[in-house]
């Protein structure tokens, strides 16, 4: 899950994206209100933590801006305005979620797994292409086989499950190289020119050698399309 934190508190940022990160997630800052409206204009965020207490206003104003952006993803405010009306406040405004600080980095995970399994007008939760099966709020993906009587769990490095979620969720379609490297990097990673290409190997490989009933298929120029095999 690609997810922007907006928190003006440099350590705790640094601390709840490091726990993040450990978590499969890829996770941008943005220290102001102003830095996160860019960002969730110019980047898809499938979730925004968004602090109420921003040195340039009331985080939630972010909220609004998405809604009229069009801008489709779900908040979860993490605020230390922890008392009951601010809560109800931040939920009837269009928060999915409120975690009063200090939380617990556990609750806090679980509490991103949860928000991730509601929809959010994407698409459908489950993704079937060839043999896989892909959760998409758990990330977790199965080898369909025999009728599912001998199906198995599989198992990706972080940025090679997020490779083949953002291939699997567009099938049969072109994805191009700068979607799949927003969805793998965060704006402040760096990477290596070449580093796509050694990642869509490595994933080709472990399709192939799983017999996934898949391919990735290279569009010169433009990106990749991933394929059922016949």
Known sequence: MRILLVEDDADLSEAVRRL??????????????????????????????????????????????????????RFLILSA?????????????????????????????????????????????????????????SRDIVAIANGE???????????????????????GRVVTRETLESAMYGYDDLFQSNTLESHVSRLRKHLAEEDTGVGIHTVRGVGYMLKEQP
């Open 20 to 73: 993040l990160r450990r978590e499969g997630h890829v996770v941008d800052l943005a220290d102001s209100l102003r830095m996160a409206r860019a960002a969730i204009t110019e980047h898809p965020y499938e979730l925004v933590l968004l602090d109420r207490m921003l040195p340039d206003g009331e985080g939630t104003a972010l909220i609004f801006h998405a809604r009229e952006a069009r801008v489709r993803t």
């Open 149 to 171: 009587s001998k199906s198995r769990p599989l198992v990706f490095p972080r940025r090679e499950l997020t490779l083949l979620q953002t291939l699997l969720e567009r099938a």
């Open 81 to 137: 305005l922890g008392d009951i009306h601010k809560r109800v406040e931040g939920l009837d405004l269009g928060a999915d979620d409120y975690i009063v600080k200090p939380f617990e980095p556990d609750e806090l995970c679980a509490r991103i797994r949860a928000v991730g399994r509601r929809p959010a007008g994407e698409g459908p939760q489950t993704i079937e292409c060839g043999n896989l099966r892909l959760d998409r709020a």
